[in-house]
């Protein structure tokens, strides 16, 4: 499984990737959002973890512009931003899962394969009949 993690903090993001990894997970960083939307350009991640306050491009700007790729990565939004409005509206912005900081690292990891096991999304069949 291929990871993003979107993190300004670099000490966290650091921390984090590393325990992502000793759980066998392939991590990528991006401390910004513009770097994270570069990367998501030239690397199909299975998900995405996204803060939402990012120097440069807003975390909900890049979870907006990754939802709207042909095939979207699964975003869990791991922020600071922890109430329940904060979390109803990342969710309504295409987040898959969002999780507040503090958080546990087995949570975190449990999250990540909870979401590996989610069917990906479903292409609508097209029909062809005749010239139609």
């Given at each position: 499984?291929?990871?993003?993690?979107v993190e300004d903090e670099v000490a966290l993001a650091d921390v984090v990737a590393r325990g992502?990894?000793?759980?066998?997970l392939a991590v990528d960083v991006?401390?910004?959002?513009?770097?994270?939307?570069?990367?998501?350009?030239?690397?199909?991640?299975d998900v995405v973890l996204l803060d939402r306050q990012l120097p440069d491009i807003m975390g909900d700007e890049v979870c907006r512009r990754l939802v709207a790729?042909?095939?979207p990565p699964r975003i869990l939004m791991?922020?600071?931003?922890?109430?329940i409005a904060s979390?109803?509206?990342?969710l309504a912005l295409g987040a898959?899962?969002?999780?507040?900081?503090?958080?546990?690292?087995?949570e975190l990891v449990a999250r990540i394969q909870a979401l590996q096991r989610r069917p990906s999304v479903?292409?609508?069949?097209?029909?062809?009949?005749?010239?139609?």
């Open positions: 499984m291929r990871i993003l993690m992502l990894r000793q759980a066998n991006a401390h910004d959002g513009e770097s994270a939307l570069e990367k998501a350009e030239v690397t199909r991640y790729l042909e095939q791991l922020t600071a931003a922890g109430d979390r109803v509206e990342g898959d899962d969002y999780l507040p900081k503090p958080f546990a690292l087995a479903a292409t609508r069949p097209i029909l062809t009949v005749g010239d139609l």
